[in-house]
């Protein structure tokens, strides 16, 4: 039996079907602020949901997730605390 929930969805009470996954790549994305500082980040998936009978305008079904954010900050050597 899969694994159900009921979810918000735009203020509508909805059920969703937890579906498992794997990662296929984990990539990272690189900033370089104006003050020097170069960030990366990258969202992890902690878990995906389908919503049950809800289809985006082209028919796709909709998916939440919950992802935790990992941050790696290099910082210039005038920001940083001595």
Same mark, same amino acid.
């Given at each position: 039996? $899969?694994? !159900? !929930?009921?979810? =918000?969805?735009?203020g /509508?009470?909805? *059920?969703?079907e937890?579906? *498992?996954?794997e990662?296929d790549?984990?990539?990272? %994305? =690189?900033?370089?602020l104006? *003050?020097?500082?170069a960030l990366?980040?990258k969202?992890v998936?902690?878990?995906v949901? !389908?919503? =049950?009978? &809800?289809? %985006? $305008?082209n028919?796709? $079904?909709v998916?939440? &997730? /919950?992802?935790? /954010?990992v941050?790696?900050i290099s910082?210039?050597?005038?920001l940083r !605390?001595h």
């Amino acid at each position: 039996m $899969p694994n !159900r !929930r009921k979810i =918000n969805f735009n203020g /509508q009470m909805v *059920d969703a079907e937890i579906v *498992d996954f794997e990662a296929d790549k984990e990539q990272w %994305s =690189n900033y370089v602020l104006h *003050d020097g500082t170069a960030l990366k980040v990258k969202a992890v998936l902690t878990e995906v949901m !389908r919503l =049950n009978g &809800i289809f %985006s $305008p082209n028919g796709d $079904p909709v998916y939440m &997730i /919950q992802a935790s /954010q990992v941050v790696h900050i290099s910082a210039p050597e005038t920001l940083r !605390r001595h």
